[in-house]
Nanobody, 120 residues
Framework: QVQVVESGGGLVQAGGSLRLSCVVSTRTFSSYDLGWYRQAPGKEREFVATVSTTGGSTMYADSVKGRFTVSRDNAKNTAFLQMNSLKPDDTAIYYC?????????????WGQGTQVTVSS
């Protein structure tokens, strides 16, 4: 059974930084492009960032471009999301899962997510 565990969230003031981690218990971690997603209260889940299988290619939502950096460590089955210059609009629960362009297909069960709250 694959388990996804996100961590690193918290309460931070606007302009601050957080580093999120996502550990996945699967032997096929390195086989998938990874994505970070977030869901704010009353809103649908949205794409935040993705990193390719080797970590060599990344892509970001326009709302976080230039502020967030996604990376991965395949040896540790872990993905990271470095978030800088945080804004109140970044407040959401953050999740990680596989990423497939223009698709709603996710290969792992959703974890509990990690709450990020940015105060103004």
């Amino acid at each position: 059974q694959v388990q996804v565990v996100e961590s690193g969230g918290g309460l931070v003031q606007a302009g601050g930084s957080l580093r999120l981690s996502c550990v996945v218990s699967t032997r096929t971690f390195s086989s998938y492009d990874l994505g970070w997603y977030r869901q704010a209260p009353g809103k649908e889940r949205e794409f935040v960032a993705t990193v390719s299988t080797t970590g060599g290619s990344t892509m970001y939502a326009d709302s976080v471009k230039g502020r967030f950096t996604v990376s991965r460590d395949n040896a540790k089955n872990t993905a990271f999301l470095q978030m800088n210059s945080l804004k109140p609009d970044d407040t959401a629960i953050y999740y990680c899962n596989t990423y497939l362009h223009d698709s709603d297909i996710y290969h792992w069960p959703w974890g509990q997510g990690t709450q990020v709250t940015v105060s103004s």
